[in-house]
């Protein structure tokens, strides 16, 4: 069976608030650390910086003693103090090179920690109202911001994850074209995504068409695995328990693509757990996993190439269940 390289995002070990609750308590890096290893299967860890990461030596001996890899450095850019009216899309200059510098020593973090990834969701560059944003400016600045920022250093790749929704009621990363784009007018080596399955599912993509459409331009970096209501809520929910066809698509389009990078997840752990959920959203992808091996990648491939096939595609898919 194929074998997947499985992460966990610390984040989702600590507390975690809502507008009514929170649900976890706040615990330390080491905490959170040692709650990721007690989940069967994972073998790396998704830090923040800043915040988890800032002691980076500290956090380095931390990994090395629970035996987990450093995944990616996922660069946050929300914190309001600096980022209320948006990161590298920002009106204001000094917000836009604090937004670049912390790109920059988070790339610095993840070379020093021999890692070549950072990971960034704009999520504060957005608007709820009309008029609020210049858009052409906003995607000007963010443009020349992401090229300011792979020009730092070619070893450690920018890799962008796109949200529709939250905080902002508009995101101006809000779906795999507009990475696609940015991209391409960046036009380094050194830029791609981060696929987060959940927020293509809420910006009412296929997520196989997304992973397609990324890994035929190279830029299928990583991966954050959930699932939601399809309704636009990025809920983070167990990784098929709602698209299971879609994700068993995502599955099929992930190998056939060769893609080797890590899955991570994000995933709200509020009714039972991080531990569970993480554990649980492995067992999921693995059995979906299984079930597209079955059944066979050269198998559906052939009856994918036939048109007007959907019913053979989901009598072969669905043979086992009789
Ligand atoms: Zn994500």
Known sequence: MKRWKYCANAGFFGARRDRFNQYQPDRTLEEKIDLVSQVK??????????????DSMMAKNLLDQYELQLSVVNVNTKAVSHFRYGSLTARSEETRRTAVQLLKEGMDIAAEMGVGLVSNCPVMDGYDYPFQVDYAQAWDNFIVGCREVTAHRPDVTLMLE??????????????????????????????????????SLAAGE???????????????KYVHSNDNTGDGGDWDMISGSVHFWHWVEFIFTLIREGYQGWIGADLAPRHFGPVAAYQTNIMMIDRMTNLVERVGIDQIQTLLG?????????????????
């Open 41 to 54: 299967g994972i073998s790396g860890i998704e830090l923040k910086y800043p915040g988890d990461l800032d």
């Open 162 to 199: 796109f949200q529709p929704h939250d905080p902002n009621a508009k995101i101006l990363l809000n779906n795999v074209g507009k990475v696609l784009y940015v991209c391409a007018e960046v036009g380094a080596q050194n830029i791609g995504a981060n696929l987060d399955v959940g927020h």
């Open 306 to 322: 036939q048109d007007g096939n959907t019913p053979g595609i989901y009598e072969k898919l669905t043979e086992d269940f009789t």
């Open 206 to 220: 296929a997520p196989a068409e997304s992973a397609a459409l990324l890994s035929r331009n190279g830029l299928l």
